[in-house]
């Protein structure tokens, strides 16, 4: 029989983050690879996935203030998804970076009005006690998605005509739209919310404002950890450029796309057990222990460029590593926002959490691009390992966020 927590909402928002996943990490695998053949640079990639990430944060903080306001969610969740499935395909028109900047910043529009909204009514549709649980089962099967998506890519990198370097990498991006279609499908079906009162005189400032002191603290910690927590297509991109030696572009980039699969399933296979830890010890303490293996990951990839280490066994435990902290920030910060705020500014909250970290993904994104391009990759991913170790000493002083309700 399955728990009571495990309803038709949870279930629902996880399939359509999977099928969602599918469609988006078939292009992120790949784009890696695909940027090798039409000459893009990281410090283009750094600035892509920064901005991206930055204008992301913007709407996050509007999309969650709105649905307090307004006391409904799921038709701009569904708009955000929408947005999300389709823009990626313009991929497969680019000759250079401005495209590719382009569909990543619909894209993450659409993320960034999706993301807080859906893990608002998530939050909402689960007791207390189960919300790491809740949490934990959604990111498993978001990954899950992201585990097949790359596997998908490279497949279809494998199988797919090649008249030219480029050709199979944009039929993959087209290919894309058939998943992230049938994630809004999906939601629309199977999701149902309960309306609440609307609140038509909420200000966003006054909102913001008035958000409780301890979550506040809390978001600082956050935000410096994002300012080092750089987008993993740099590490995708990391691998496929060491590995582009030995191997050439296109047999690298399948590489670096698997080696990102691999990342992703330790991803999934971490994040339901360690959201039912969560539900029963300092959610907090244990958000910052994933933040210092987030630091390790960045210091352990610098390693790989300053002896130019290509071996599959020390990839492979980088991109594992990167999974486990990824799994163990997701589920976290998708748990304690509810814990630590009162339902009628949860949307808010959720937005100010996801404009916080897309500030802090765009500055950190562009930051290595740079250091990367000017100085070194290692110098870059040091830095940013220095700066995310102190963000997880930061959130280790929260205080803890305990369920007291009895488990099941």
């Given at each position: 029989?399955?728990?009571?927590?495990?309803n038709?909402?949870?279930?629902?928002?996880?399939?359509?983050?999977?099928?969602?996943?599918?469609?988006?990490?078939?292009?992120?695998?790949?784009?890696?690879?695909f940027?090798?053949?039409?000459?893009?640079?990281?410090?283009?990639?750094?600035?892509?996935?920064?901005?991206?990430?930055?204008?992301?944060?913007?709407?996050?903080?509007?999309?969650?203030?709105?649905?307090?306001?307004i006391?409904?969610?799921?038709?701009?969740?569904?708009?955000?998804?929408?947005?999300?499935?389709t823009?990626?395909a313009?991929?497969?028109?680019?000759?250079?970076?401005?495209?590719?900047?382009?569909?990543?910043?619909?894209?993450?529009?659409?993320?960034?009005?999706?993301?807080?909204?859906?893990?608002?009514?998530?939050?909402?549709?689960?007791?207390?006690?189960?919300?790491?649980?809740?949490?934990?089962?959604?990111?498993?099967?978001?990954?899950?998605?992201?585990?097949?998506?790359?596997?998908?890519?490279?497949?279809?990198?494998?199988?797919?005509?090649?008249?030219?370097?480029?050709?199979?990498?944009?039929?993959?991006?087209?290919?894309?739209?058939?998943?992230?279609?049938?994630?809004?499908?999906?939601?629309?079906?199977?999701v149902?919310?309960?309306?609440?009162?609307?609140?038509?005189?909420?200000?966003?400032?006054?909102a913001?404002?008035?958000?409780?002191?301890p979550?506040?603290?809390?978001?600082?910690?956050?935000?410096?950890?994002?300012?080092?927590?750089?987008?993993?297509?740099?590490?995708?991109?990391?691998?496929?450029?060491?590995?582009?030696?030995?191997?050439?572009?296109?047999?690298?980039?399948?590489?670096?796309?698997?080696?990102?699969?691999?990342?992703?399933?330790?991803?999934?296979?971490?994040?339901?057990?360690?959201?039912?830890?969560?539900?029963?010890?300092?959610?907090?303490?244990?958000?910052?222990?994933?933040?210092?293996?987030?630091?390790?990951?960045?210091?352990?990839?610098?390693?790989?460029?300053?002896?130019?280490?290509?071996?599959?066994?020390?990839l492979?435990?980088?991109?594992?590593?990167?999974?486990?902290?990824?799994?163990?920030?997701?589920?976290l910060?998708?748990?304690?926002?509810?814990?630590?705020?009162?339902?009628?500014?949860?949307?808010?909250?959720?937005?100010?959490?996801?404009?916080?970290?897309?500030?802090?993904?765009?500055?950190?994104?562009v930051?290595?691009?740079?250091?990367?391009?000017?100085?070194?990759?290692?110098?870059?991913?040091a830095?940013?390992?220095?700066?995310?170790?102190?963000?997880?000493?930061?959130?280790?002083?929260?205080?803890?966020?305990?369920?007291?309700?009895?488990?099941?």
């Amino acid at each position: 029989m399955l728990p009571a927590w495990l309803n038709r909402n949870v279930a629902g928002m996880t399939l359509t983050s999977f099928l969602a996943d599918v469609g988006y990490e078939m292009v992120t695998a790949v784009l890696p690879g695909f940027l090798n053949t039409i000459g893009v640079r990281a410090l283009a990639l750094g600035w892509i996935e920064g901005l991206a990430d930055g204008a992301a944060s913007v709407i996050k903080l509007a999309a969650g203030w709105w649905s307090d306001r307004i006391g409904h969610r799921k038709a701009m969740v569904a708009f955000g998804y929408f947005l999300t499935g389709t823009a990626l395909a313009v991929f497969a028109l680019a000759a250079s970076w401005p495209l590719i900047l382009l569909g990543r910043l619909v894209a993450w529009f659409g993320k960034g009005i999706r993301g807080p909204l859906r893990d608002a009514m998530l939050a909402e549709s689960v007791p207390e006690h189960a919300r790491g649980r809740a949490f934990g089962l959604h990111r498993a099967g978001d990954t899950a998605g992201a585990v097949l998506g790359p596997l998908i890519g490279v497949a279809l990198l494998a199988f797919l005509p090649a008249p030219s370097a480029a050709a199979p990498f944009r039929a993959v991006f087209v290919l894309s739209l058939i998943p992230g279609l049938a994630s809004v499908a999906s939601l629309v079906a199977l999701v149902r919310e309960t309306r609440r009162s609307p609140q038509p005189h909420l200000r966003l400032w006054g909102a913001t404002r008035d958000l409780p002191r301890p979550y506040l603290r809390f978001l600082a910690g956050v935000g410096v950890f994002g300012l080092g927590d750089f987008s993993h297509t740099l590490l995708v991109l990391a691998a496929a450029q060491l590995l582009a030696g030995p191997l050439g572009a296109v047999r690298a980039g399948q590489l670096a796309a698997l080696l990102y699969a691999l990342r992703n399933l330790s991803y999934a296979g971490i994040s339901f057990p360690v959201g039912a830890l969560a539900d029963r010890i300092s959610k907090p303490g244990l958000l910052a222990s994933g933040y210092v293996l987030g630091s390790l990951t960045a210091l352990l990839t610098a390693v790989l460029f300053t002896f130019r280490i290509t071996a599959p066994g020390a990839l492979a435990a980088v991109f594992a590593l990167a999974g486990i902290y990824i799994g163990i920030q997701d589920a976290l910060e998708g748990a304690i926002p509810a814990e630590m705020t009162p339902p009628a500014a949860r949307g808010t909250a959720y937005g100010l959490m996801g404009a916080v970290n897309g500030f802090g993904d765009f500055a950190a994104s562009v930051l290595l691009g740079a250091l990367w391009t000017a100085v070194s990759p290692q110098a870059g991913f040091a830095a940013a390992g220095l700066v995310m170790l102190a963000g997880a000493l930061l959130t280790a002083r929260t205080p803890g966020v305990r369920s007291s309700a009895v488990l099941l």
